[in-house]
């Protein structure tokens, strides 16, 4: 049982550059969540999923979209890469039931220059 | 906007005394949720206290919940070394968002 895993742990990209990260459960959970974080502020939500096949905004989704074409995986894309896109992304999920907390990945340090 | 505050940003304390943080919330939360997080790696739920419950324990965590006030507190009793992290709280709104603050970093003195 994995978890949460997110791929790829570390990337670099040039202002400009497109790029997906994966997120991806293995316990059929049906909520799934897009963090970023930056230092002081905390995690700040970018969008999320309530299900397969549905995707919601959260409170910093421009310059972002996201797919849950399957219910296991999360996908977050950033088309044009900013610096300001620079921070530490964090994938999580959660069952329906709404008296459980998030599980989370490990994280995926991204740097934009 | 993040929905938590939590107070302080940052606390130091003795191994084995109490520590207490607090979060401040804006809307109404179906429940609240603590984690930890250790330096640059992923959070790790704590524990959820719901809208109707004012207190719960798990282990040395003491959690309460003021709905009036829209608070709630994290007391982690006889501290140690181990718990040197820092601790968001997260609220649960009726949206199915879940929104975290900016967190308290602990520091356990030896």
């Known amino acids: 049982n994995a978890g949460v895993t997110q791929t790829p742990k570390f990337r670099v990209l040039k202002t400009g550059q497109s790029m997906t990260l994966l997120c991806a459960q293995d316990?059929?959970?049906?909520?799934m969540y897009w963090y970023r974080q930056d230092p002081g502020m905390g995690l700040r939500l970018i969008h999320y999923?309530?299900?397969?096949?549905?995707?919601a905004k959260g409170e910093v989704p421009d310059g972002y979209n996201v797919s849950r074409l399957k219910k296991q995986n999360f996908l977050l894309g950033l088309e044009s890469a900013a610096p300001s896109q620079t921070s530490v992304y964090f994938c999580?999920?959660?069952?329906?039931?709404?008296?459980?907390?998030?599980?989370f990945g490990p994280g995926t340090r991204l740097t934009v220059t | 906007s993040q929905q938590g505050e939590e107070d302080p940003q940052a606390l130091s304390i003795q191994e084995g005394e109490n520590a207490t943080m607090n979060c401040s919330y804006k809307t109404s939360i179906n429940n609240l949720q603590w984690y930890r997080q250790n330096s640059g790696r992923g959070l790790v739920h704590l524990i959820l206290i719901r809208s109707n419950e004012r207190e719960k324990h798990s282990g040395r965590l003491r959690v309460t919940l003021d709905t009036s006030k829209k608070s709630s507190s994290l007391l982690i009793t006889a501290s140690r070394a181990a718990d040197t992290a820092s601790y968001f709280c997260?609220?649960?709104?009726?949206?199915?968002?879940?929104?975290f603050g900016k967190g308290t970093r602990l520091h356990i003195l030896p």
């Open positions: 999580a999920s959660r069952p329906t039931t709404k008296a459980t907390g998030q599980y």
């Open positions: 997260a609220t649960d709104a009726r949206d199915d968002k879940i929104i």
């Open positions: 999923s309530v299900g397969e096949g549905t995707t």
């Open positions: 316990m059929n959970h049906e909520y």
